[in-house]
């Protein structure tokens, strides 16, 4: 496919991940050529607007507007916990595991952290969520790996991914003698699609998804499924 950009170096994100390993052809048009963009669905805007509200809080102290106020508890508890709180942490690391600027060209994992607090050794790390609630091991994992990157002193990482809109909260817990595992487990899968960039081959891989849920209308699969 023409437009892949040739000799650009590799770098990917957990979005990008799973979008290769729900469907590459997906994963082609929205990450590589990025030709089809997400509609903006009522979801998606609740989502957004959601975490521009909390990050607001976090960072500023600004009240939470109408109809995100039911959620003072939970920022207030998060703010006036010891330790140092980040909103919205746009983190980077090379194909070494070192830090990096997100936006360096040596950037190959990009993470953006919806809430930290790293107190001394510990650090906690929430990801806000409007869906429906879901177990994501990968998430955790790459939260945790990136704080253990750029944050040297840190040996324990609690992950915890928040449900918001359903009262549910799906949680891990990594220590630093963990990164060989985690790596383990994913580096394989990232591999994948690395070869796929080299070969640019993005084959469609259709499911119930391909019905109401992409946006790729060039595809044969579009529009069709469960």
Known sequence: MS????????????????????CPKRYFHYNVAKDVVEPESAQLKEGNALHAAFEARVKSNTELPLGFTHHEALLASIINAPGV?????????????????????????????????????????????????????????????????????????????????HDEVESGEFVREDLPEIWGEILPRVKLVEQARAKQEYPP???????????????PYHGRGQ
């Open 85 to 165: 709180v980040y909103a919205e942490q746009k983190l980077a690391m090379t194909s070494s595991f070192t830090p990096t600027a997100f936006f360096s060209k040596t950037a190959w994992l990009r993470s953006v952290l919806d809430c930290t607090k790293v107190n001394e050794t510990t650090a906690t790390t929430l990801d806000w969520k409007t869906g429906k609630p879901s177990h994501d091991m990968t998430q955790m994992q790459l939260a945790a790996a990136t704080l253990f990157c750029h944050q040297p002193k840190v040996n324990r990482v609690k992950v915890a991914l928040v449900f918001v809109n």
């Open 205 to 219: 891989k259709p499911s119930g998804l391909c019905k109401r849920y992409c946006a790729v209308v060039s595809c």
């Open 3 to 22: 437009t892949t950009v040739v000799g650009k170096p590799f770098a990917w994100s957990y979005s990008q991940l799973k979008n290769w390993e729900t």
